[in-house]
């Protein structure tokens, strides 16, 4: 029987392969089995089960990365890279202070934004996520004003009623989410519809903070957001590229790496 998503994390070479698989763009499976020492029977259980999960695609004598126009499933991304992504929300919550206005969009790194920012007083939110705004309802601090519009599978609210909702405000915080980041600092997503929300978010917020982590370096989703100097500050758990540090030093966006102290 196989496993649900929830059931099966990432092991330590699933991660590496597709680190490696973005790296290089393609891995044949001779290759993997050499780097890894294992069979070659085993890279290709590797294989199938990333390539199930929607993470690789599947190609004559090994794999490769996902498709550039499909984005990996929601259940999936909800648990990929976890831990960082939580690593990276305590972090934004710090810079957060209290008694302020925020833009929160779709993304399951702003989800967990939306979870640390928990113990705050006095925030008033406007989500086009459904997933934050259930989140966050309760609790009595907080104003939650939720976007209408089409509402996606992942509970993200998009098209043109989302897009004039956003235009009403000018708030002080717009945290965004990504799904990839172009060496030269082009910011990339996979729908349209979603993209020209992110920018009006990004247009009327007076800070921008990118929420993402490092597998989104260099993975090139076919819809462009905007160029990175459109935000102001970076939040990962890796430092970025070389190409894209110098981007973001030329354009003089902040920085914020959540490593891991283990």
Known sequence: MKKTVSQMNLSPRHQNILELARQSGFLSTDELTKRFKVTSQTIR??????????????????????????????????????????????????EIPDNVSLFINIGTTTEEVAKALGEHRNLRLITNNLNVAALLCNNTNFEVIVAGGVVRHDRGVIGESTIDFIRQFKVDYGIIG????????????????????????????????????????????????CPIAEIDALFTDRQPPDEIQGV???????????????
């Open 45 to 94: 259980r590797d294989i199938n089960e990333l390539c199930d999960r929607g993470l690789l695609r599947r190609y004559h004598g090994g794999a490769g990365l996902a498709s550039s126009v499909e984005n990996v499933e929601y259940s999936t991304r909800k648990v990929l890279l976890h831990e960082e992504k939580i690593r990276i929300a305590q972090m934004v919550a710090r």
């Open 178 to 225: 990504i799904s990839g980041i172009d060496l030269d600092g082009t910011l990339l997503d996979f729908d349209y519809r979603e993209v020209r929300v992110a920018q009006e978010i990004i247009a009327n917020a007076r800070q921008v903070f990118l929420v993402t982590d490092h597998s989104k370096f260099n993975r090139n989703p076919m819809v462009r957001v």
């Open 248 to 262: 973001l030093e030329e354009a003089k966006v902040r920085l914020y790496v959540a490593e891991s102290t283990g």
